[in-house]
């Protein structure tokens, strides 16, 4: 069993790969690269997802180092797609999608679930990606150390 855990994990982690690089094809494809890269995208899907986060929050959520978020961070203010308050804690800066932002984010979420729908869905029945995404939430909820017995 150890061998096909280890096998499920290499394939995971390829097809994350695999789907960063989809999404920044998906974005070049549909011109929306010049507004802003694949690595803007994620912080600000991550600010969508977690309102009011601190930078720290999403550079750990990244994996890169604080000053990376900050340079992203900048660009994206610069933009009018965040603002940017201070946070509970005085020494944390908070950030929030705009309008702006958020039609963004939106907009560029319907392209690529689009494409992938396109992509996938004709390749699986309702029951394979119901049992999949069960499959995605109790490994998720294992990894970040949520009660899995309330998701299952």
């Known amino acids: ?10 394939l995971f982690q390829e097809s994350i790969i695999n789907i960063h690089s989809e999404v920044g094809k998906i974005l070049n494809n549909t011109g929306l690269d010049e507004v802003i890269s694949k690595e803007q995208y994620q912080t600000l ?6 309102p009011k986060c601190t930078y720290g929050f999403i550079a750990t959520k990244q994996g890169v180092f604080k000053t ?4 992203r961070i900048n660009k994206l203010k610069n933009l009018e797609l965040i ?3 201070q946070g509970e804690d005085k020494r ?3 950030v929030l999608l705009t309008e702006k932002g958020m ?5 560029t979420e319907d ?7 396109r992509k996938l869905s004709s390749h ?3 029951h394979e990606i119901i049992t999949f995404v069960k499959q995605l939430e109790k490994a998720n909820n294992l990894i970040t150390g949520k009660d899995v017995a309330k998701h299952v």
């Open 45 to 50: 899907k991550i600010i969508k997802d977690f």
């Open 111 to 117: 392209i690529i679930y689009e494409t992938f729908n």
């Open 124 to 126: 699986f029945s309702d």
């Open 103 to 107: 039609k963004l984010v939106i907009r």
């Open 92 to 94: 944390e800066k908070s």
């Open 68 to 71: 990376a978020i900050s340079n």
């Open 1 to 10: 069993m150890e061998h096909e855990l280890k096998k499920a994990f290499n």
């Open 83 to 85: 603002s940017i308050e």
